[in-house]
């Protein structure tokens, strides 16, 4: 009873906080659901018709028993299938890694990120990353992480994706996806 075991978060709380900490997500509250359609690999997505959709919560995507959005249905988001859940089935998959990897919304929230941790450093990328870790994390790199992060900068030709890359690794760390 001392200790808490870690707890995933839920596949809104994952997909809402990568938009907040990108400085992507729309705070726009109540309205219509945000239609889906279906993307060039065949995935459903948050249709950009408005240019705000893909951005908004999570709670207003719309999804409906046979098109879901595959992001937010990796993470055990509740299906239009079962007729009651008391309590979420929460599990630890390959494909949630793959997803995090793979996923358009990554990739879109990791580049806008990295573009404002530069933007706020001036471009300093020993900063960016002390920035990264605060706003990520909520704290600062240790001495090994911050070795770690130069490494993955440094082995890209270019020092922006070698940021964004790291980034990218920190969405997919335990420390985002779980409370502790």
């Known amino acids: 009873m001392w200790r808490k075991a870690p707890l995933r978060l839920e596949a809104e709380s994952i997909r809402d906080s990568m938009l907040a900490l990108s400085g992507l997500l729309n705070g726009k509250m109540f309205g219509r659901q945000e239609p889906i359609k279906r993307g060039p690999d065949g995935q459903w997505l948050p249709d950009d018709k408005t240019g ?4 908004r919560r999570s709670l207003y995507v719309a999804q409906t028993r046979t098109r879901w959005v595959n992001f937010l249905h990796v993470f055990d988001c509740p299906d239009m299938t079962s007729d009651s859940q008391q309590e979420r089935f929460r599990a630890s998959l390959p494909t949630q890694s793959l997803a995090l990897m793979n996923s ?12 404002k941790v530069l933007e706020e450093s001036n ?9 990264a870790f605060q706003e990520i994390y909520n704290r600062q790199p240790t001495v090994k992480e911050r070795q770690i992060a130069e490494t993955s900068i440094a082995a890209e030709s270019d020092p922006q994706e070698g940021l964004r890359l790291f980034v990218q690794a920190m969405f997919g760390a335990n420390n985002f996806l779980y409370s502790y």
């Open 52 to 55: 705000e959709g893909q951005n």
């Open 104 to 115: 358009q919304l990554v990739l879109r929230t990791t580049k806008a990120f990295t573009a």
């Open 123 to 131: 471009n300093n990328r020993e900063q960016a990353v002390n920035l």
